[in-house]
């Protein structure tokens, strides 16, 4: 791909110049399924954007798509943002009221959705006189919502646009026109409406783009919702834009899906959250060794652990279809012996790291740079220009600020909230808290509003601990909170292991393992920590925390001790 950053361009020119390009390649379609062509998914663009122009859909206008990944669900946005209209991507795991909110506040003239998704809006029925149209054909059973199917729809659009004497005339799309109007599930409790323009997605993708070599043809298996900027930037306008080929996946990616969809389609490349490599990790990995008295002896010698995670590595890249070259991690922080293992293993692995308001992409990479440092999140991307504010003296750590032409136009009608984060000038107080080393790699250390101020001054970094207390086995997730001055860790144990642990045992003796491993996971955390960071308690969570779409916990639910699950 070119080096050089591409600004001044719409999501529009990217469609066009890549249909352009790759006219007879495939481009789009679910997984295991023939999918359409680069020319026909233009087509099919165009064709829907004339329908839509043609039933009043104007620029500005908004657009909403409540549903799960498809290459319907992206020619439908195309389709809108072709005409200078908005889309308002929403999250198919956000609750009833929160789609109700948004569709009231959005106003929007057309909706795209879904069957797992259509109950959500029956009792806005009244509010929401707008058409609504189904990604999947379905059509419900009682007629409380009028619908029609997305097949119908567009077939008619392509009958009608096949008819067409002349090109399609379109209101002029610029660079700085908003693209999308997204809602954050952030973890502070408040979500924001963040305004992308086509700009900030564009040159994002573009910028990307750099980070790795990317052929023509190649494979993109998508597992992530795209509602979702980390998805939607990476995972759909990036393979577009380098004439790849999109195949998603359409279910759940559990590790016997994931291993069946990787064979067939044999992906180059995979975007997913930490959580997903680190069940892989947890569940295929770190059994085949603590099973093996010969494997962990040889894991005490850094000779024999590489000599091991090699071994693994590949046949890791096996289980992800062998043709595996990138596998892009980003979201939430990956655990650092998770990343450790990657590493030593030779996998292809790349994390980001970004947020909505930047479109998302901040640092990553490049792929196979050298000088990337383990744990890490690699380098600013091209263009994106990162600054620390007030650092810690001691440590160098302060608040990451961002500037680049991926900064977000703003939040959607709150002035107030846009001005504590966005200064005059352009730059973006992300909240996160972190460093650059001097090979120019930046650091996480975590979120500003985490931190725990103890009341001899010293600064506590929840989510360090966290890792370490995530590195165990036995344990899904984990959250540490301050109470009376000291801190609590609630451990979400993997109770698939404590079954089969204690198959056969009682009750109590049951509850005795969990505890016995509570304090022993206590006793040698506290010997590796400082003293600041030393737990009083440890307490066990018997369901899993409640976590945003790409699984960070929503740490504002937590406090005190209304946590007990």
């Known amino acids: 791909m070119n ?68 290459h319907n669900w992206g020619i439908a946005y195309l389709a809108v943002v072709r005409l200078g209209a908005v889309a308002v991507p929403i999250l198919p795991d956000l609750p009833e009221t929160d789609v109700h909110h948004i569709l009231n506040v959005m106003q929007v003239k057309v909706l795209f959705t879904t069957q797992k998704q259509i109950e959500k809006i029956y009792e806005m029925q009244e509010v929401l006189r707008c058409p609504v149209i189904t990604l999947d054909n379905y059509v419900p059973t009682v007629d409380i919502v009028p619908v029609q199917t997305f097949t119908d729809y567009l077939d ?12 399609p005339v379109f209101s002029p799309v610029a660079e700085n026109d908003l693209a999308s109007i997204l809602y954050t599930s952030g973890t502070s409790g408040y979500s924001k409406a963040v305004m992308l323009s086509h700009r900030n997605l564009a040159a994002n993708a573009y910028a990307a783009a750099t980070l790795a070599k990317v052929e023509p043809g190649s494979v993109w298996l998508s597992i992530l919702p795209m509602s979702h900027t980390y998805e939607f930037t990476c995972g759909f306008i990036l393979p577009l834009l380098c004439g790849g080929r999109i195949a998603y996946a359409g279910k759940t990616p559990t590790p016997a899906i994931l291993q069946k969809l990787c064979n067939h389609e044999k992906p180059f490349a995979i975007f997913a959250v930490p959580l997903v490599l680190e069940k892989i990790y947890k569940k295929r990995i770190l059994p085949q060794i603590e099973k093996s008295v010969a494997l962990k002896l040889l894991c005490r010698l850094e000779v024999g652990r590489k000599l091991i995670y090699k071994k693994i590595g590949k046949k890791l890249t096996a289980f992800f279809g062998g043709n595996l070259e990138l596998m892009g991690i980003g979201g939430a922080a990956l655990n650092p012996e998770v990343e450790r293992f990657f590493n030593e293993a030779g996998f292809p692995y790349l994390i980001g790291y970004g947020m909505t308001e930047s479109a998302p992409l901040i640092s990553g990479g490049p792929l196979g740079d050298p000088t990337i440092s383990v744990g890490s999140a690699g380098k600013p991307i091209p263009g994106v220009e990162v600054k620390i504010v007030r650092p810690d003296p001691e440590h160098g750590i302060g608040e990451i600020t961002v500037s680049g032409p991926n900064v977000m136009c703003g939040y959607y009608g709150d002035k107030e909230a846009t001005d504590e984060v966005l200064s005059d000038d352009g730059w973006l107080s992300t909240g996160d808290l972190g460093f650059v080393d001097r090979r120019g790699n930046l650091h996480v250390t975590g979120r500003s509003k985490n931190v725990i101020v103890l009341t001899n001054g010293e600064n506590v970094y929840p989510e360090a601990i966290e890792h370490k207390i995530n590195s165990y086995h036995w344990v899904v997730e984990s959250l540490i909170i301050e109470a009376n001055d000291q801190l609590e860790a609630w451990v979400y144990p993997d109770y698939e292991f404590i079954d089969e642990e204690t198959a056969g045992k009682s009750r109590s003796e049951r509850r005795e393992f969990i505890e016995r491993l509570l304090d022993e996971m206590r006793f040698e955390l506290n010997e590796k920590v400082s003293k600041s960071s030393r737990i009083a308690k440890v307490f066990e969570r018997r369901e899993p925390f409640i976590k945003t779409a790409t699984h960070k916990i929503k740490r504002y639910l937590y406090s005190g001790h209304g946590i007990l699950g």
Not at 156 to 167: P, V
Request: charged letters at 30%; glycine letters at 6%; hydrophobic letters at 40%.
């Open 3 to 70: 080096s050089v950053v591409e600004v001044g361009r719409t999501l529009n020119y990217v469609i066009d110049s890549s249909c352009a390009k790759y006219r007879d390649r495939p481009a789009i379609g679910m997984a295991m399924e023939a999918p359409l062509t680069y020319g026909e998914l233009h087509e099919r663009i165009l064709s829907l954007a004339v329908r839509l122009q043609a039933e009043g859909i104007q620029k500005e206008d908004r657009v909403a798509i409540l549903g799960e990944n498809s």
């Open 156 to 167: 008619e659009a392509l009958a009608a646009f096949a008819d067409e004497k002349n090109d």
